[in-house]
Structures are given as structure tokens and as C-alpha cells.
């Protein structure tokens, strides 16, 4: 196993920016679980060990010995966008669909699919990803404005279903005009109980920004207008957490 040069770590410790991580075409998985969930699902560039730590979870002899590295503490604290750096860091190269960012027009197989309409906290999106995964979710759509899903706080709230649920970007209002068979369900105010509410095995399910909801957009075009009651009609300040509110709403979908 190699040091880790100083060329390549000034590199990987820029990864943490969405600019550099487009501009370089690499993400970054940190913790060994998450790495090890993850190696196979991506193509490895560069798998780095911090000094004097022996990997329980990932064979490092099934690795090509030129993608292996070593580097001390310190250098993992400059990679590493965590409080307390992890011993384990993969960099991957980003997949071509993460660099390509459109008007999306695909007609989609019949099946039940994630909308997430301006979502901007990393910890939100992970979490949504890995409930998403809990579910049996294959696909989400994201707007152009939600989060980064290779932002490295994001990957790691995917505890490694990052690597099983494909997140495209792109227009949402333009995806659901190409698919108009597939009814949009989306959680309004004024929407009917989701607990007795019909629902089907197909469709979008539309997840609106922390602060603002669903746009006005989206809002137009949902057919399907749901509501998460707060028990026994008691009354709430705020809303539930975008994260919460999406494994309530999967959760009776495939109920």
C-alpha cells in the first residue's frame, strides 16, 4: 500500500465542494461500512487507510494494489467532511447520469417513483435516499435545486444506499407531462387523509422543500392531494421534517 501523495490528497480534500467534485468527476464515501456497501457500485479510483488500521469489512487483496493508499491521521482530517475523520475513504468517479443535468423526457415503466422538489438539507435528502431503499423505491427524481445526492454529509445519511437508488435530476414538471398515465400524488393541506386514501402501486410521489412545501409548479399537476393528520386533530406549530414525512408516506403506500 502506497502513501498517499500530496498532490492526491489536495485533490480528494477538494472534494467536498460540489464545483470541484463536477469539475473532476469524483465523489467521496466515507466510514468502512458505507465503503464497503458501496465498492463495486462505482468505479474506484482510490481507496485510502488511515495509518495502522486494519480493514474488518473490505478485503483490500480483492483491490488492484494501485488504488490502494495510506496516509496518517492528519491527512484524513484534510479528506475527511466529518467532525471526526473515518480510517476508511473511497473516492469513486462520478456516474455519467450525475454530470448530465436536463430536461428529462423518459417514459417511464409503470411502478411507484420519489419526486424531491427543492430539498436542501444534505441530512434530509441521505435519509429520504435509505428509506427510499427500506421501501423498495428504485428511482427518485430531484429537482434542479435539491441537494447534491454526492454532497459527502448526504452519502453519508445513505449509510450505503446511495449505491442501490438512482437519483436523476432534472425536470420534474417536464417528466411527469412525458408520463401523464402515472398519477402524482403529492402532500397538500388540504389533501385527503392518507390514511384512508386509495393508493396505488404506480405513480409519483411528490416530497416539497423544508420551508416552502410542494412549488406551485408541481402543485398544479398533482391529480392526488394527500394529507399526514396530526393525531387526534391536535394542533402543531410546525410541520413534520421532510425526512419523517416521506417514510410515513411509503410506508402507507406499501402498506
Do not use: C, H, W
Given at each position: 500500500m502506497q502513501e498517499l501523495s500530496k498532490t492526491k490528497m489536495s485533490l480528494f480534500s477538494s472534494l467536498g465542494s460540489r464545483k470541484h467534485r463536477l469539475r473532476h468527476g469524483l465523489f467521496i464515501v466515507?466510514?468502512?461500512?458505507?465503503?464497503?456497501?458501496?465498492?463495486?457500485?462505482?468505479?474506484?479510483?482510490?481507496?485510502?487507510?488511515?495509518?495502522?488500521f486494519e480493514p474488518s469489512m473490505i478485503d483490500l487483496s480483492d483491490l488492484p494494489e494501485d488504488k490502494l493508499f495510506v496516509t496518517s491521521g492528519t491527512g484524513m482530517d484534510k479528506i475527511s467532511s466529518l467532525s471526526t475523520s473515518s480510517p476508511v475513504v473511497a473516492v469513486y468517479k462520478l456516474p455519467v447520469?450525475?454530470?448530465?443535468?436536463?430536461?428529462?423526457?423518459?417514459?417511464?415503466?409503470?411502478?411507484?417513483?420519489?419526486?424531491?422538489?427543492?430539498i436542501q438539507d444534505p441530512g434530509n435528502l441521505g435519509t429520504i435516499v435509505?428509506?427510499?431503499h427500506w421501501f423498495g423505491i428504485k428511482r427518485i427524481f430531484a429537482s434542479q435545486d435539491t441537494v447534491d445526492i454526492y454532497n459527502p454529509k448526504?452519502?453519508?445519511?445513505?449509510?450505503?444506499?446511495?449505491?442501490?437508488v438512482e437519483v436523476t435530476y432534472c425536470d420534474l414538471a417536464g417528466l411527469i407531462d412525458a408520463n401523464k398515465e402515472l398519477?402524482?400524488?403529492?402532500?397538500?393541506?388540504?389533501?385527503?387523509?392518507i390514511n384512508h386514501a386509495r393508493l396505488g402501486n404506480n405513480g409519483f410521489?411528490?416530497?416539497?422543500?423544508?420551508?416552502?412545501?410542494?412549488s406551485s409548479e408541481l402543485r398544479e399537476k398533482v391529480t392526488d392531494r394527500l394529507l399526514i393528520p396530526p393525531y387526534n386533530g391536535s394542533d402543531h406549530s410546525e410541520s413534520l421534517n421532510v425526512a419523517i414525512?416521506?417514510?410515513?408516506?411509503?410506508?402507507a403506500f406499501r402498506r
Open positions: 466515507e466510514g468502512e461500512k458505507s465503503v464497503a456497501d458501496t465498492i463495486g457500485s462505482f468505479e474506484l479510483v482510490a481507496l485510502i487507510v488511515r495509518s495502522g447520469t450525475a454530470m448530465e443535468r436536463g430536461v428529462a423526457s423518459e417514459k417511464l415503466p409503470a411502478d411507484l417513483y420519489l419526486m424531491l422538489d427543492g435509505r428509506t427510499a448526504t452519502i453519508q445519511s445513505t449509510m450505503g444506499s446511495v449505491a442501490k398519477p402524482v400524488y403529492g402532500l397538500l393541506l388540504d389533501g385527503e387523509n410521489i411528490v416530497m416539497g422543500n423544508e420551508g416552502k412545501g410542494i414525512a416521506t417514510g410515513i408516506t411509503l410506508a
